[in-house]
C-alpha cells in the first residue's frame, strides 16, 4: 500500500498515514526487532498492511520521496466539502420510478432473458 505521512513523532517512532485507498487512516509504531524508519508528515511511503484489533497498521514502511506532500495535513484540516446537499433538498429532487412487483409481471413461458451466443 502507498501512503502519505499526515503526523509523525519521530522520538517515538510513531506516524499516521493518509492511505492510498482512501479507507482507514493506518498507524505505524516501530518494533523492537525492526531497524526504525525516520518518518516524517509529508513523507510518500510504501508498506505493509495489516488489520490489529480493528485497527490498520503499516509495517515495513518504505520512503519513496521525502516531503512529497509537505503541507497535506493542513490543507485536509481547512477543506471545506464540495456540494453538500441539504437533505430536504436531495429528497426533493429525485424522480422515483416505481417497478410492478415480480408477482404481477407476465409470465414469458419459462424463457431466460439472457441471450447466449454459443
Known amino acids: 500500500m502507498n501512503g ?3 503526523w509523525s513523532d519521530a522520538s517515538h517512532h510513531k506516524a499516521v498515514i493518509w ?3 482512501q479507507g482507514d487512516l493506518a498507524y505505524y509504531s516501530h518494533k523492537q526487532r525492526q531497524a526504525p524508519v525516520d518518518l516524517h508528515e509529508g513523507d510518500l511511503i510504501c508498506f505493509d498492511l495489516s488489520l ?3 485497527q490498520r497498521m503499516a509495517e515495513n514502511p518504505q520512503i ?3 516531503a512529497a506532500c509537505s503541507g497535506l495535513a ?3 484540516a481547512v477543506a ?3 456540494g453538500v446537499v441539504s437533505s430536504s433538498r436531495a429528497q426533493g429532487s429525485a424522480q422515483i420510478i416505481p417497478f ?6 407476465k409470465q414469458r413461458g419459462g424463457s431466460s ?3 447466449y451466443i454459443g
Open 4 to 6: 502519505v505521512v499526515l
Open 19 to 21: 492511505c492510498e485507498d
Open 52 to 54: 490489529h484489533q480493528n
Open 64 to 66: 519513496l520521496e521525502e
Open 74 to 76: 493542513q490543507s485536509l
Open 80 to 82: 471545506q466539502p464540495d
Open 100 to 105: 410492478t412487483p415480480r408477482s404481477m409481471q
Open 113 to 115: 432473458r439472457c441471450n
